[in-house]
């Protein structure tokens, strides 16, 4: 890796008083990766429940401030204009919209077939409550449920879903997703070839479109990619695929037209320059479908990874006392199709309760990209020191930033050297424990962290890292004071928390 020098924003940009408060604090104990029992209270309250905390708990205040915003279904918010579009292409659906984000343990993962070792389930990556209790990491965790209840062939969820990521203009720890399936009851019919004739039939009536579709794989590979033999034959699964990909290509045909459609109205592009739009299927793995796939989209230049989706992994629809259904699923990040639709340049933007944002949207269509009404400046601060040298344990830093439906399905990066056991390992150091203090002491005055230097001292085999950390408030300009003490701040906690000294 290229090492960089850090700059003059360094810890030596501080004041000299700060500069001594953030050394001093060195010698203050290590409470690595614990959250000290006097921080930690006894029981969280969230929408009204009492819930116990305990060594698991690792959710701080800053995250359930945010909790029940329910930006998805507030009127005239981004998000909801792009639920609501996302809704139409799936006529006779039930829509789910309200389900509460706390969710168990065997919600979340145990109920999906995620294994015990996913990192999905480590507290570096997943606000737990307690260890039974957690913030939804995916939408996923309400399938078992919603099959249980068996209200409607078709269904959609879409809510609120947490993880502990990566701080960035296209991350935010608090995001939505939509989940969709279709499921078709087999013993409904006479006989399992006549369900099949039935899923055809539906296929030969969803709307067809114009557009190019890269589906190089064969739809199912035994090792890649495999068929539910015991429980699907192939022609089944064929079917369901075949539903499956084409419905989802309709419905991103509809969000690319009506993006399209918002860039040329708005004078930022033309009709001409638009590119013929694309999308390529791409085998995956998901925990909860085989086979399963991500689908991504040419617009404008770019391939944009869009959703994640699969057959049914029959074992959840059998939990769910569902037996005979076999069917789709797919998930869905919702700000990510949001930012394209209206060119919303911060993930922060959604959670802002500036008139200056929230008026320039409405149900009411047509669609309208935003117009940027400020732009304040960054104030970088880098933070660099040396880690503990006692440290023992993995050290993960830069991981990429999740995205809602990479392989490593909710959340859970797979690290540079693969953890044995992710939710057992002791970390040296997680760089999404550095996020999660930026985040908690600058809240929305955070827009970047990024590591720009890592080196190990070759006689020492000290282990030092630079983060740089932009401050940038969307809504006002920060005074030099605030940024400063913030980063003492940050740093304090770097220095309290892991031990680190500070360079
Ligand atoms: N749960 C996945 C994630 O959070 C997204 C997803 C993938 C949902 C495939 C699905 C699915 O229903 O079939 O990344």
């Known amino acids: 890796m290229v090492r960089l020098a850090c700059s003059s924003v360094s810890f030596w940009a501080l004041p000299a008083s700060l500069r001594l408060s953030v050394r001093s604090a060195s010698v203050a104990p290590v409470l690595r990766h614990s959250y000290s029992q006097d921080a930690t209270p006894r029981n969280l309250t969230i929408a009204g429940t009492?819930?116990?905390?305990?060594?698991?708990?690792?959710?701080?205040?800053?995250?359930?401030?945010?909790?029940?915003?329910k930006l998805h279904i507030q009127p005239?918010?981004?998000?909801?204009?792009?639920?609501?579009?996302?809704?139409?292409?799936?006529?006779?659906?039930?829509?789910?919209?309200?389900?509460?984000?706390?969710?168990?343990?065997?919600?979340?993962?145990?109920?999906?077939?995620?294994?015990?070792?996913?990192?999905?389930?480590?507290?570096t990556d997943t606000y737990y409550i307690n260890k039974d209790t957690l913030l939804r990491t995916h939408t996923t965790a309400h399938e078992v449920d919603v099959f249980r209840q068996n209200s409607s062939d078709g269904w959609t969820l879409s809510a609120d879903v947490y993880r502990r990521d990566a701080v960035?203009?296209?991350?935010?720890?608090?995001?939505?997703?939509?989940?969709?399936?279709?499921?078709?009851?087999?013993?409904?019919?006479?006989?399992?070839?006549?369900?099949?004739?039935?899923?055809?039939?539906?296929?030969d009536k969803?709307?067809?479109?114009?557009?190019?579709?890269?589906?190089?794989?064969?739809?199912?590979?035994?090792?890649?990619?495999?068929?539910?033999?015991?429980?699907?034959?192939?022609?089944?699964?064929?079917?369901?695929a075949a539903h499956l990909k084409r419905s989802l290509e309709d419905m991103v045909v509809a969000i690319f037209t009506a993006a399209d459609k918002a860039l040329i109205a708005s004078g930022q592009s033309s009709e001409s320059e638009k590119d013929p739009l694309k999308v390529r299927w791409v085998e995956a793995f998901f925990p909860h479908?085989?086979?399963?796939?991500?689908?991504?989209?040419?617009?404008?230049?770019?391939?944009?990874?869009?959703?994640?989706?699969?057959?049914?992994?029959?074992?959840?629809?059998?939990?769910?006392?569902?037996?005979?259904?076999?069917?789709?699923?797919?998930?869905i990040g919702l700000e990510r199709i949001a930012m394209l639709l209206f060119g919303i340049p911060d993930i922060r933007l959604f959670w802002s309760k500036d008139p200056r944002f929230l008026k320039q949207f409405t149900d009411a269509g047509p669609m309208k990209r935003f117009q940027p009404f400020s732009k304040h400046p960054p104030a970088p601060r880098d933070v660099a020191f040396w880690l503990p040298k006692t440290?023992?344990?993995?050290?993960?830093?830069?991981?990429?930033?999740?995205?809602?439906?990479?392989?490593?399905?909710?959340?859970?990066?797979?690290?540079?050297?693969?953890?044995?056991?992710?939710?057992?390992?002791?970390?040296a150091f997680h760089e999404n424990d550095l996020m999660e203090i930026v985040r908690t002491i600058a809240g929305d005055s955070v827009e970047d962290v990024r590591l720009i230097d890592s080196f190990t001292h070759p006689k020492s085999n000290r282990r030092s890292l630079c983060y740089r950390i932009e401050y940038r408030s969307l809504e006002r300009t920060l005074t030099t004071e605030e940024v400063n003490e913030m980063h003492e701040r940050v740093c304090g906690e770097m220095v309290g928390r892991f031990g680190v000294e500070i360079r």
Request: charge should be negative.
């Open 50 to 69: 009492d819930y116990p905390t305990d060594t698991w708990t690792n959710v701080p205040q800053s995250i359930l401030s945010q909790y029940g915003r």
């Open 206 to 240: 969803l709307p067809k479109h114009d557009l190019v579709v890269e589906d190089p794989n064969p739809t199912f590979h035994a090792e890649r990619n495999p068929l539910q033999d015991k429980y699907h034959s192939a022609d089944e699964a064929e079917i369901v």
């Open 289 to 331: 479908t085989s086979p399963s796939w991500e689908m991504e989209v040419w617009w404008r230049g770019d391939w944009l990874e869009v959703l994640g989706c699969g057959v049914i992994d029959q074992p959840l629809l059998i939990r769910a006392n569902q037996l005979d259904r076999i069917g789709w699923a797919f998930g």
């Open 391 to 427: 440290l023992k344990g993995d050290v993960v830093a830069e991981t990429p930033a999740s995205t809602a439906s990479a392989p490593n399905s909710a959340g859970g990066q797979q690290t540079s050297s693969p953890r044995n056991n992710a939710v057992e390992a002791e970390l």
């Open 76 to 123: 005239d918010h981004p998000l909801s204009i792009t639920r609501k579009l996302v809704e139409s292409r799936f006529p006779g659906f039930r829509n789910h919209n309200t389900l509460p984000g706390v969710v168990t343990v065997d919600q979340n993962f145990d109920s999906l077939g995620f294994t015990s070792d996913h990192p999905g389930r480590s507290r």
């Open 168 to 203: 960035d203009r296209s991350h935010y720890p608090v995001f939505h997703q939509m989940e969709g399936a279709l499921t078709w009851d087999r013993s409904a019919f006479a006989s399992r070839q006549a369900c099949m004739d039935a899923i055809r039939e539906s296929f």
